[in-house]
């Protein structure tokens, strides 16, 4: 165990502690006030955290003792928190007629090319063969799953079909009198509930340019607002604003949201486990995208679908709705070396070698290659996500052999843990000397260095606008803490105020502090460089995302020294 202090921009001073305990127990101890903690990954499985000791401020040394000790006790009864995945039955991939040898040059490959793998369950015969993760991002987190969602939301569609709720050719203008123009045009009067699910409504991509989720107006009445050039059902044209429509129009017959209408009819019967769906200011779920589940909810959801909407002997999704969607519904493109021009369905994607999908942004994907009685479910992080499918085929795809010749299924999952590099550098600089402990100010941030030890622990405050976020970095080892929602200028970092992440940091010269910043429910990773100007009178922060949905990916901030050069 060792302590530092911080110094505050106030002047005042902050106590931390850090602690070794199970990695285990580290969820819940993020669950437990008024601790705030910060949990620390090595490549080696050791844990431990920096507590930040305000919630425990003023006690005696005995009670803060009785803390801790409680911490200790919690990290040796927790450990079987995370039980592994039994929702599919465990078999090792040659039981199921799959090459091994193969399937590690595939993992090899996508860990060396990739721009970060995230999470990867490989299912065969309704089997799980393999299960592969990238630290610091681990199988027990949800992950963002940005246009994944859109599968989900085809199903509850689906399921609202069975049930009479509605049908494929009711008109969208049926479920909003209210909120429809004075004078619809006749393009708009024809929008059918299909024509949202293929992605052919008729607009063109100049009038979608115009919508925008982030504001408090209504969704619905400005989805209907806009100009209908063509006939729907007749042009493909990816859209994001009609999956939020299927999702309205679902809130609409059932009275609740998307999600509350999928927990006991999906996600209880998948075992898919506190689901989370962002919403709208109307507190209708975005439908298109927002929604958070795991890697093995992911893989459970798609061996669900290739069972034609089977689960355990309960009909999830009606088999027929199953074919249609996941069928090509739609033409979208001639490339036969794109799976992006294979054909759509209903908010799925047809790929080459007679497979299908769903995906989202930076490599979200959900395969089911029928053929080969194969799922395979990936959260990645990477701006290439044609790379992640062409690795698919040419790797993975012959280690498919005959499921039928296979012996019986036995023996374990393949399981391979790696990791996302740490940032390496030099143990501490002579510059650290001149800015410990004094805040750097700019326009939009505020940072302060508050600890500089020999083996490479960097302790720093990050303030934006009345928050503080007091972070660890070590050139050795994960830390996890809560981090800002920063981003680019014009653009949502999709955070939320804050959002967990897992830190490395070194000093890699000797007035240059670099620092990475995984946040390991998303795809994005945030990288800080803290350049000193010689005297340390000056900071420049240098920022960059690894992927962005606008595009625009650097930005740099100066800040100057708020106190006296010492």
């Known amino acids: 165990m060792m302590s530092g202090n911080a110094h505050s921009a106030t002047g005042g001073s902050q106590s931390y502690l850090y602690l070794q305990h199970h990695r285990n127990c580290a969820e819940d101890i993020h669950n437990r006030g008024p601790l705030a903690v910060a949990t620390v990954c090595s490549e080696t499985e050791g844990f431990s955290d920096r507590i930040d000791c305000g919630g425990i401020a003023g006690l005696p040394l005995k009670s803060i003792l009785s803390v801790l000790l409680g911490l200790l006790i919690l990290g040796a009864v927790i450990p079987g928190a995370f039980a592994v995945d039994q929702r599919l039955p465990a078999a090792s991939p ?83 009198p209210a909120e429809a123009p004075a004078e619809p045009g006749r393009n708009l009067r024809s929008m059918r509930v299909r024509d949202l ?36 059902g007749t042009h493909f044209l990816y859209n994001t604003p009609a999956t939020y429509m299927c999702s309205a129009i679902l809130t609409k017959v059932t009275g609740g949201t998307l999600l509350d209408y999928l ?32 890697t093995g909810d992911i893989a459970v959801f798609g061996q669900m679908l290739l069972q034609g909407g089977l689960w355990k002997g309960r009909r999830i999704v009606p088999e027929s709705y199953v074919r249609m969607a996941t069928a090509r519904q739609t033409s979208n493109g001639s490339n036969p070396d794109s ?64 499921l039928s010749s296979s012996p019986r299924p036995e ?31 700019g326009d939009s941030i505020q940072v302060t260095f508050v600890e500089q030890s020999g083996d490479g622990v960097t302790g720093l405050i990050l303030k934006t606008g009345e928050v ?53 429910e998303t795809p994005f ?33 100066s800040l100057i020294q708020v106190n006296q050069v010492r």
């Open 468 to 520: 503080e976020y007091p972070l660890v970095c070590r050139p050795d080892r994960w830390t996890y803490a809560g981090f800002p929602a920063l981003s680019m200028e014009g653009q949502k970092s999709g955070l939320g105020s804050s959002a967990p992440a897992a830190l490395s940091g070194a000093w890699v010269g000797d007035g240059r502090f670099r620092m990475k910043a995984w946040m390991i």
């Open 94 to 176: 040659s039981s199921m007629a799959v090459d091994e040898r193969r399937v590690d040059v595939f993992l090899d490959r996508l860990s060396g090319e990739v721009d970060a793998m995230h999470g990867l369950v490989l299912v065969r015969g309704g089997h799980r063969i393999v299960e592969a993760s990238w630290a610091p991002y681990s199988p027990e987190r949800r992950h963002t799953l940005y246009s994944l969602s859109k599968s989900f939301t085809s199903v509850a569609v689906g399921m609202a079909v069975d049930e009479g709720l509605l049908s494929l050719d009711d008109t969208v203008l049926s479920f909003f």
């Open 525 to 557: 990773a945030h990288q800080l460089d803290f350049q000193f100007s010689d005297n340390g009178s000056e900071l420049t922060v240098s920022h960059r995302l690894n992927v962005s949905l606008t595009g625009r990916r650097d930005n740099k901030i």
């Open 411 to 441: 023996g374990r999952t393949m399981q391979r843990r790696h990791v996302l590099p740490l940032i390496r550098g030099q143990g501490n600089s002579t510059v650290a000397e001149k800015i410990t402990g004094i805040p750097f100010d």
């Open 339 to 402: 799976d992006w021009d294979q054909g759509y369905g209903f908010q799925f994607w047809r790929c080459r070698h007679n497979a299908w999908r769903g995906d989202g942004a930076f490599g979200q994907f959900c395969i089911v290659l029928p053929e080969h009685d194969v799922v395979i479910a990936i959260n990645s992080g990477t701006g290439d996500m044609q790379k992640v499918l062409n690795l698919v085929w040419d790797e993975l795809l012959p280690a498919f052999g005959d």
């Open 263 to 294: 927990r006991p009819r999906l996600f209880e019967p998948l075992g898919i486990i506190d689901p989370v769906w962002d919403a709208c200011a109307d507190g209708i779920n975005y439908g298109g995208y927002g929604l958070h589940v795991r």
């Open 197 to 232: 699910l293929m992605m052919s409504t008729g607009h063109m991509a100049e009038d979608l340019r115009e919508f925008t989720f982030e504001t408090d107006e209504s969704l619905v009445r400005q989805f209907l607002a806009l100009p209908v050039a063509l006939k729907p």
